[in-house]
């Protein structure tokens, strides 16, 4: 993680971002062209997810961070700091994998429940960065009055 000033370790984290909603995009697509191939759609729930989460969330939450960088290039902002947005990536880049493992864990003996304790981290994730972003919006239109 960068340790310059203003907005750029908020752009390091929106590009890990990018990166991170582009390896889910080729395993969406590559898991979808599968199911197609094989006429087998048992992995439906990791398909979807790995493109709705996994590329569209994620992208989305680099453009919220990228928008955070430019917010914070004037000065920083209360309670939005580098180290919150690295804990949410992490939450939601842990909590992820996990939940999709757990959609293709056996059933009968119990272990795809493995996925929900990695949704809560997914689901904390999503908090953590409602937070941040409503912090920096509050920044922002303050610095604006």
Same mark, same amino acid.
């Given at each position: 993680m960068s340790t310059s000033t203003g907005g750029e370790a908020f752009r390091s984290i929106a590009r890990r971002y990018y990166r991170v909603a582009l390896f889910y /995009? #080729? /395993?969406?697509? /590559?898991?979808? #062209?599968?199911?197609?191939?094989?006429?087998?759609?048992?992995f439906q729930f990791l398909h979807s997810h790995a493109l709705l989460v996994g590329t569209g969330l994620f992208a989305a939450y680099g453009a919220g961070f990228w928008w955070i960088a430019g917010r914070s290039d004037a000065g920083p902002l209360p309670g939005v700091t580098a180290a919150l947005a690295n804990v949410q990536f992490w939450l939601a880049n842990v909590g992820l994998p996990g939940m999709l493992a757990g959609s293709v864990l056996p059933v009968g003996l119990g272990l795809d429940r493995i996925g929900v304790p990695f949704g809560f981290l997914e689901a904390a994730a999503g908090v953590l960065f409602a937070v941040l972003l409503s912090r920096a919006l509050k920044a922002a239109g303050a610095r604006r009055a």
């Amino acid at each position: 993680m960068s340790t310059s000033t203003g907005g750029e370790a908020f752009r390091s984290i929106a590009r890990r971002y990018y990166r991170v909603a582009l390896f889910y /995009l #080729a /395993l969406g697509l /590559l898991l979808g #062209a599968g199911m197609l191939w094989f006429g087998n759609d048992n992995f439906q729930f990791l398909h979807s997810h790995a493109l709705l989460v996994g590329t569209g969330l994620f992208a989305a939450y680099g453009a919220g961070f990228w928008w955070i960088a430019g917010r914070s290039d004037a000065g920083p902002l209360p309670g939005v700091t580098a180290a919150l947005a690295n804990v949410q990536f992490w939450l939601a880049n842990v909590g992820l994998p996990g939940m999709l493992a757990g959609s293709v864990l056996p059933v009968g003996l119990g272990l795809d429940r493995i996925g929900v304790p990695f949704g809560f981290l997914e689901a904390a994730a999503g908090v953590l960065f409602a937070v941040l972003l409503s912090r920096a919006l509050k920044a922002a239109g303050a610095r604006r009055a």
